[in-house]
């Protein structure tokens, strides 16, 4: 670039409203940028937030794209646009082939899946519970007969014949895609495989391109409900939203981009857009910030974090303990139980898009649940919307600025704010309106802090042990409340909060994870010959096929698969217990008793760890149900770069001016500073607001900031 930078690495994170980059260069420097989604090509969006970054270094990047981009050697994309799909319903037509005497599945589902993704006292009432829309219209579910058994054996040869008639009857239908999910396949896949050569036949004689998905293939996995989601999922929203990601890796490579579309897992590993599994990606968005974090972990040494990432329309809280996010191996999406693995999440409508209204009978103020999103967006938008949002009441406050909103990119409206929340609010309740202003204020701060509450002390957890890390565009304005009265350790933030998640995407290694169900039982005083079997005959067999799919896999993305550190993993749980627990194989294979033995003593050394030494229970010897493993290659991260302190005193040049903020029922008149201005060293108490262009710091009295040494703000 004229100016002499060299990026290295371009993340993203499009969410339904907003596109947030960051740019890396070699220096570890970063550079943010925001722009609307564009669900209709997404390209667009991606191009855009990019040129809203480089403007920050004053580089023209529709100009200089094709002399920035040749230079980049990693660009990651994450983002929610496949599982909106799925919330809309507008993926394709899917056709499904399963068991016969199974065609109702969807209709009867798992009992689970009729509370699933409720709130705890709707759980404990029955007559809440209902049965979801089903994922697949009855009528393009069709059973064919035939049986493997949970040895692997075929129990009942499959009736070809009803077969053939299926895919005629599916095809007569005109699906866009038939997904094929037979009983224990993922022990014997003979009869998928079959399938799939009769559908591939009939669509050839037929003339037409009809894509066949099978179960085994893509989730080989017990839970017959979960596993079919999957592949309807995989079928009906990740894999048109393939076509997405390959628009974006088409407008990078026209402009010399060398490399593919790199895209983040679920579970937090980031592979080739090419990736077969491509439905672990389809909410990869709102896991960056934990991967963000994991990285500050190996620069800081804090391995408890309490991350909280706040945006518009939602308010997400992940736990980071030891260093490492919590895994799920199963996730609820729009009350439907999915065969994902995905790092844990908790989410709650609670955002600064969210609308402010009094609800007419009870005239108590109401937030949400709806939101009025990017577009229209709030009131002070001047974009259509007439409805009060958290924002707009924010506005009012003093504490956004007007005219910094996006760097100054959107004018703010503030006497239209004010107007909307007098008129349908204040005047109703016959109060002033920046008095209702800070009452949304410190609800919507309140409910956040409910919500963090609650993750923490349902799991018995106490924040006393953790911090807690705020980003994402809003969380800094929201922070000293939703932090106030919960004795955290520390609470921080970080310069580049806005696009944190964007960082996180970046600071990860590509790694594929694969999963196999198995049936391992293992006694206790199992005699070692036992043992040996149990592990040469269903572990090792296991991991060897996981293994050949992670090859084949790298191979075919052009990954070097010789530079891939591969680690197996056991699901292991006590006999007859309903959960079990993940545990990373401290041998490759279980060549002998002695093997399967450090193997059932990692299990108990997490177990101890998780629980307590006296829930141990050996006697009721192990179950392994279920296996796993990871093949991670390395992949250039950002530079964390650590500066020197300085003073406590900001220099003059970081202080803006001054403006009033309204605050417990009274103006102030209060300090604005210049986050870019801010140096490690640097401390400034409250009533202060820090501002940067994608992103307000708001310090209320009675709390302090102060920057370290990693640029980090922290709130005492």
């Not at 956040?448 to 969380?475: N, Q, T, W």
Request: glycine share 10%; proline share 6%.
């Amino acid at each position: 670039m004229k100016n002499g930078r060299r990026v290295q690495i371009i993340a993203s994170d499009a969410g339904g409203t907003m596109t947030d980059m960051i740019v890396v260069d070699t220096d570890g420097n970063f550079s943010i940028g925001k722009a609307a989604t564009t669900p209709q090509d997404q390209s667009v969006g991606v191009w855009e937030s990019l040129a809203d970054a480089f403007e920050h270094w004053d580089v023209e990047f529709t100009k200089e794209a094709a002399a920035i981009l040749p230079a980049v050697e990693a660009v990651v994309y994450s983002g929610t646009s496949m599982m909106n799909a799925l919330l809309t319903a507008t993926g394709r037509r899917v056709g499904v082939i399963t068991q016969r005497g199974d065609e109702d599945i969807f209709i009867h589902e798992r009992s689970r899946q009729t509370w699933a993704g409720y709130a705890y006292q709707d759980v404990l009432h029955h007559v809440a519970h209902h049965h979801n829309p089903p994922l697949v219209p009855r009528r393009l579910v069709k059973g064919v007969t035939g049986r493997i058994d949970m040895f692997s054996m075929e129990a009942i040869p499959l009736y070809e014949h009803e077969v053939v008639q299926a895919v005629a009857e599916l095809l007569d239908e005109g699906v866009d895609a038939i997904a094929v999910c037979l009983w224990y396949s993922y022990l014997n896949p003979a009869h998928e495989l079959r399938v799939a050569e009769i559908a591939a036949e009939a669509i050839r004689k037929r003339g037409c391109s009809v894509p066949v998905y099978l179960s085994h293939q893509l989730c080989p996995i017990t839970r017959e409900q979960p596993r079919l989601n999957t592949l309807v999922l995989h079928a009906f929203a990740a894999e048109p939203g393939r076509n997405q990601l390959f628009g974006i890796e088409r407008k990078l490579q026209n402009s010399g981009y060398r490399y593919p579309l790199q895209i983040v897992l679920a579970h937090g590993g980031v592979t080739n857009i090419r990736y077969p599994r491509i439905h672990e990606a389809c909410f990869s968005g709102p896991i960056g910030g934990l991967l963000g974090a994991r990285y500050l972990e190996q620069k800081l040494g804090i391995g408890n974090w309490v991350c909280s990432d706040m945006g518009g329309t939602s308010f997400d809280v992940g736990l980071l303990m030891g260093g490492e996010p919590v895994m799920l191996r199963e996730v609820v999406i729009n009350r439907r139980i999915f065969n994902i693995p995905t790092l844990l999440m908790d989410t709650i409508g609670a955002g600064t898009g969210m609308y402010v209204t009094i609800e007419p009978i009870t005239r108590r103020v109401t937030i949400g649940p709806g939101s009025a999103g990017a577009d229209p967006g709030p009131v002070s938008y001047e974009m259509g919307n007439e409805v009060p949002t958290v924002m707009d009441c924010c506005l009012i406050l003093g504490i956004l600025n007007p005219d910094n909103y996006l760097g100054g990119k959107i004018k703010l409206n503030k006497e239209k704010a004010v107007k909307a929340i007098k008129e349908q609010c204040a005047d109703v309740l016959n109060v002033d309106p920046y008095y209702l202003a800070e009452g949304v204020y410190k609800l919507i701060n309140s409910t956040m802090k409910e919500h963090i509450r609650a993750v923490l002390y349902a799991r018995g957890f106490s924040p006393a042990d953790y911090c807690l890390l705020c980003y994402g565009g809003a969380g800094p304005m929201h922070v000293a409340g939703y932090t106030e009265g919960l004795p955290f350790k520390g609470v921080a933030t970080v310069p580049y909060a806005a696009a944190f998640s964007s960082f996180g995407c970046a600071a990860v290694d590509i790694s594929h994870r694969y999963q196999k169900s198995t049936t391992v039982t293992i006694p206790h005083a199992a005699d070692d010959g036992w043992k040996l079997m149990m592990g040469q005959g269903m572990l090792n067999p296991g991991w060897d096929e996981l293994e050949k799919l992670a090859e084949a896999d790298f191979k075919a993305e052009g990954l070097p698969w010789e530079q891939a550190t591969v680690r197996p993993i056991a699901y292991v749980r006590y006999g007859s217990q309903m959960d079990d627990i993940e545990v990373a194989s401290p041998v490759s294979r279980i060549n002998s008793a002695e093997d399967m033995d450090k193997l059932i003593a990692a299990f108990e050394d997490v177990y101890e760890s998780v629980y307590a030494g006296v829930a141990k229970h050996p006697q009721a010897g192990y179950q392994i149900f279920e296996l796993g493993l990871t093949a991670t290659i390395p992949k250039v991260k950002p530079k964390l770069v650590q500066r020197p302190l300085g003073g406590k005193e900001p220099s003059p040049e970081a202080f803006k001016g001054e403006r009033e903020v309204y605050h417990e029922g009274r103006w102030h008149v209060t300090p604005i500073l210049d986050m870019d201005r801010f140096r490690p060293g640097n401390e400034i108490e409250g009533i202060a607001v820090i501002e940067a262009p994608s992103t307000t710091f708001f310090v209320p009295p009675g709390r302090r900031v102060h920057m370290d040494e990693w640029s980090m703000l922290w709130l005492t």
